[in-house]
């Protein structure tokens, strides 16, 4: 990747066709559908940011003064402009690892371009994983409880059922997820678009009120805001971040939707609906102080209360629907890069290979999503405690980026950092800002994501030790493979395949049917399954195969991070490459470790149970590769660990 001048970049957001490469015939189409998946989240900020962001500076029951919404909006708005559309829009967009965006491919890319997996960088990518699982637990509490607040201001009588709607609503959400969403998600652009038409038409009529707003756009009251507010200006920063919550999921999607139509999304359509809509609730607090009670939902006339409660749910519903199937996403890449043991994976489309379920993921975030919705009980409570975990991830991605820019554009260090600095320094400050609300429930993310982070080291570290250990016990694939062919013991006609994790040692399942079946099959493959370090591996890339003798030969088999792991599929490629077989004639031998603490672990005690706790619940192979179960023979083995 040697382009990213100025010129460059320029021209490619004034032709966003020009990104891709080509003019696609649907590039309105993923317009449209980037504007309901990759923006829905960031389009439900107007629900509670204004508010937050104000009553954080003025506190509760105080009228704002117009300097202090002024400061607030020109935050907002610079915000918007800096960490969103410069720092996301114009720069990151071009980090792409073969096309797909997102913290662990921003791993991998790095780890790729250092030519090795360097400790550091893949601590980032786990730190960046467990981060996300903190932001998608708390995404589709605030989003869809923020909306259903809405029918308090149509009558009170509603306030004591806030709870329990929100709650029935996340519940049926999560409920659908096993039947997929591919009929639905058609209409998620159109609704999502129609939301930014709505934000954009309540904004204009305010803002006509009170033209005095668009001074925002002027970067000095923001500023003069900060320096004469102190403490309270840092900790208004904290609220103000709410804004751009969401930016990285520009970046996660691109593979899906492509740098063009998400540019195109964004500054034609999210961007101008957003700043106009902030800019009216600003406009609107100023004529009446008393809205800023619920500055979004106010701005609209009173019989277009319910259809807005209406649309807000519907767009709440989407934007949480796009986080929880990113949290499978980034469940399956994290699996597939060493980082966490296998799951189920469920795929709800035929003809969509994107769309997968998680059974343990969707129960894992819908327990953590509904005890967050009866914990905190109302939109302001839990804005506290949203946003640390997307600093964080921001922090990580600015980082990983140097990187990359470093070692994949080619830029030297100096012109990396003069780049990259800017950001970081502006991610670690609202980071610092957001910190201060650890106590207001901040703590939530953080305990979710430090726990998701230690279970990744945990994995990572112990198939190391594992690894490690059993390969001191194995025997060299190619000297076992000449004994046999000297001494052979019983033969029997077929094909045998023994899954293994490395080629260069003997899998456990061929030793044991050795030694306790002693028979041999007349064709005997190692199959090993090797992952890349990017999302797609070509067919033609796919198999490698090694004889190692008459009888005896190496399959290899790689996939990309993003690749659905599908055995019998690979295999029918290997006929191509010479390996004749009929897989419904042939044997596959998988080896089951069952796992116990050693007197003396690398590892400590604490960390060898929680290790052998993720492998006990780790998927079964079979199922994971797609291998057909009547082939499959499971032969176990102990291991201390």
């Given at each position: 990747?040697?382009?990213?001048?100025?010129?460059?970049?320029?021209?490619?957001?004034?032709?966003?066709?020009?990104?891709?490469?080509?003019?696609?015939?649907?590039?309105?189409?993923?317009?449209?559908?980037?504007?309901?998946?990759?923006?829905?989240?960031?389009?439900?900020?107007?629900?509670?940011?204004?508010?937050?962001?104000?009553?954080?500076?003025?506190?509760?029951?105080?009228?704002?003064?117009?300097?202090?919404?002024?400061?607030?909006?020109?935050?907002?708005?610079?915000?918007?402009?800096?960490?969103?559309?410069?720092?996301?829009?114009?720069?990151?967009?071009?980090?792409?690892?073969?096309?797909?965006?997102?913290?662990?491919?921003?791993?991998?890319?790095?780890?790729?371009?250092?030519?090795?997996?360097?400790?550091?960088?893949?601590?980032?990518?786990?730190?960046?994983?467990?981060?996300?699982?903190?932001?998608?637990?708390?995404?589709?509490?605030?989003?869809?409880?923020?909306?259903?607040?809405?029918?308090?201001?149509?009558?009170?009588?509603?306030?004591?059922?806030?709870?329990?709607?929100?709650?029935?609503?996340?519940?049926?959400?999560?409920?659908?997820?096993?039947?997929?969403?591919?009929?639905?998600?058609?209409?998620?652009?159109?609704?999502?678009?129609?939301?930014?038409?709505?934000?954009?038409?309540?904004?204009?009529?305010?803002?006509?009120?009170?033209?005095?707003?668009?001074?925002?756009?002027?970067?000095?009251?923001?500023?003069?805001?900060?320096?004469?507010h102190g403490m309270i200006g840092f900790l208004t920063l904290g609220a103000v971040f709410l804004?751009?919550?969401?930016?990285?999921?520009?970046?996660?999607?691109?593979?899906?939707?492509?740098?063009?139509?998400?540019?195109?999304?964004?500054?034609?359509?999210?961007?101008?609906?957003?700043?106009?809509?902030?800019?009216?609730?600003?406009?609107?607090i100023l004529a009446n102080p008393a809205a800023i009670e619920n500055p979004f939902f106010l701005?609209?006339?009173?019989?277009?209360?319910?259809?807005?409660?209406?649309?807000?749910?519907?767009?709440?519903?989407?934007?949480?629907?796009?986080?929880?199937?990113?949290?499978?996403?980034?469940?399956?890449?994290?699996?597939?890069?060493?980082?966490?043991?296998?799951?189920?994976?469920?795929?709800?489309?035929?003809?969509?290979?994107?769309?997968?379920?998680?059974?343990?993921?969707?129960?894992?975030?819908?327990?953590?999503?509904?005890?967050?919705?009866?914990?905190?009980?109302?939109?302001?409570?839990?804005?506290?405690?949203?946003?640390?975990?997307?600093?964080?991830?921001?922090?990580?991605?600015?980082?990983?980026?140097?990187?990359?820019?470093?070692?994949?554009?080619?830029?030297?260090?100096?012109?990396?950092?003069?780049?990259?600095?800017?950001?970081?320094?502006?991610?670690?400050?609202?980071?610092?800002?957001?910190?201060?609300?650890?106590?207001?429930?901040?703590?939530?993310?953080?305990?979710?994501?430090?726990?998701?982070?230690?279970?990744?080291?945990?994995?990572?570290?112990?198939?190391?030790?594992?690894?490690?250990?059993?390969?001191?016990?194995?025997?060299?694939?190619?000297?076992?493979?000449?004994?046999?062919?000297?001494?052979?013991?019983?033969?029997?006609?077929?094909?045998?395949?023994?899954?293994?994790?490395?080629?260069?040692?003997?899998?456990?399942?061929?030793?044991?049917?050795?030694?306790?079946?002693?028979?041999?099959?007349?064709?005997?493959?190692?199959?090993?399954?090797?992952?890349?370090?990017?999302?797609?591996?070509?067919?033609?890339?796919?198999?490698?195969?090694?004889?190692?003798?008459?009888?005896?030969?190496?399959?290899?088999?790689?996939?990309?991070?993003?690749?659905?792991?599908?055995?019998?599929?690979?295999?029918?490629?290997?006929?191509?490459?010479?390996?004749?077989?009929?897989?419904?004639?042939?044997?596959?031998?998988?080896?089951?470790?069952?796992?116990?603490?050693?007197?003396?672990?690398?590892?400590?005690?604490?960390?060898?149970?929680?290790?052998?706790?993720?492998?006990?619940?780790?998927?079964?192979?079979?199922?994971?590769?797609?291998?057909?179960?009547?082939?499959?023979?499971?032969?176990?083995?102990?291991?201390?660990?």
């Amino acid at each position: 990747m040697t382009i990213n001048t100025a010129d460059q970049i320029a021209a490619e957001i004034a032709d966003p066709h020009a990104l891709d490469g080509s003019r696609q015939t649907g590039f309105w189409r993923l317009t449209l559908g980037a504007i309901g998946v990759v923006y829905g989240d960031i389009g439900t900020s107007p629900l509670y940011a204004v508010k937050e962001s104000v009553l954080a500076a003025v506190g509760s029951g105080n009228p704002a003064t117009t300097e202090v919404v002024l400061g607030i909006l020109s935050l907002i708005v610079w915000a918007l402009l800096l960490v969103v559309t410069l720092k996301y829009i114009v720069i990151l967009l071009r980090a792409d690892n073969n096309g797909e965006g997102g913290t662990l491919a921003l791993m991998a890319l790095a780890n790729k371009a250092i030519g090795g997996r360097a400790p550091i960088i893949m601590l980032l990518g786990i730190i960046s994983g467990g981060l996300f699982f903190g932001d998608a637990i708390i995404t589709p509490s605030l989003s869809v409880l923020s909306a259903i607040e809405g029918i308090k201001i149509i009558t009170p009588t509603f306030e004591p059922y806030v709870v329990p709607i929100t709650a029935a609503i996340l519940l049926g959400l999560f409920s659908v997820q096993s039947r997929g969403t591919a009929r639905v998600a058609a209409f998620f652009g159109p609704i999502t678009l129609v939301w930014f038409v709505a934000l954009a038409l309540a904004g204009l009529w305010h803002i006509s009120d009170n033209p005095a707003v668009l001074l925002a756009f002027n970067p000095l009251h923001g500023l003069r805001f900060l320096l004469e507010h102190g403490m309270i200006g840092f900790l208004t920063l904290g609220a103000v971040f709410l804004v751009v919550t969401g930016s990285e999921a520009l970046y996660a999607d691109l593979g899906h939707f492509g740098r063009g139509p998400i540019r195109t999304a964004w500054l034609f359509v999210a961007l101008p609906a957003l700043v106009i809509n902030y800019l009216g609730q600003g406009a609107l607090i100023l004529a009446n102080p008393a809205a800023i009670e619920n500055p979004f939902f106010l701005l609209y006339p009173q019989w277009a209360l319910i259809p807005m409660v209406i649309l807000a749910t519907a767009a709440t519903v989407i934007a949480s629907q796009a986080v929880i199937t990113g949290a499978y996403s980034l469940t399956q890449q994290a699996i597939q890069l060493g980082l966490l043991p296998r799951l189920e994976i469920r795929h709800t489309s035929e003809a969509l290979v994107g769309q997968i379920y998680m059974p343990r993921v969707n129960g894992f975030l819908l327990v953590g999503v509904l005890l967050l919705v009866f914990m905190f009980r109302s939109s302001n409570a839990l804005a506290s405690a949203y946003g640390i975990a997307v600093t964080g991830t921001m922090v990580v991605t600015a980082m990983l980026a140097f990187v990359v820019i470093w070692k994949v554009w080619k830029w030297s260090p100096i012109a990396s950092g003069v780049l990259v600095a800017p950001f970081l320094l502006l991610d670690l400050t609202f980071l610092s800002a957001n910190l201060l609300k650890v106590m207001e429930g901040g703590w939530m993310p953080l305990m979710l994501g430090a726990a998701m982070v230690m279970a990744m080291y945990t994995w990572r570290r112990g198939t190391a030790v594992l690894a490690a250990k059993t390969a001191r016990l194995q025997v060299p694939l190619a000297n076992l493979a000449g004994m046999l062919e000297r001494s052979p013991p019983h033969r029997v006609s077929g094909t045998a395949v023994f899954l293994t994790g490395n080629p260069d040692h003997a899998p456990t399942a061929l030793l044991h049917n050795l030694k306790h079946n002693k028979v041999l099959h007349d064709r005997n493959a190692v199959l090993t399954i090797e992952y890349a370090d990017t999302p797609h591996v070509p067919p033609h890339e796919r198999v490698r195969i090694e004889p190692l003798s008459d009888s005896f030969f190496c399959v290899k088999l790689r996939f990309g991070f993003m690749d659905v792991p599908n055995i019998p599929e690979a295999l029918a490629l290997a006929r191509k490459a010479g390996w004749q077989f009929e897989i419904m004639s042939t044997s596959f031998y998988v080896s089951r470790r069952s796992l116990r603490v050693a007197a003396r672990s690398e590892m400590p005690r604490w960390q060898d149970r929680l290790f052998i706790a993720l492998a006990s619940g780790a998927s079964d192979a079979t199922d994971y590769f797609r291998i057909p179960t009547g082939r499959v023979v499971e032969i176990g083995a102990q291991v201390a660990i």
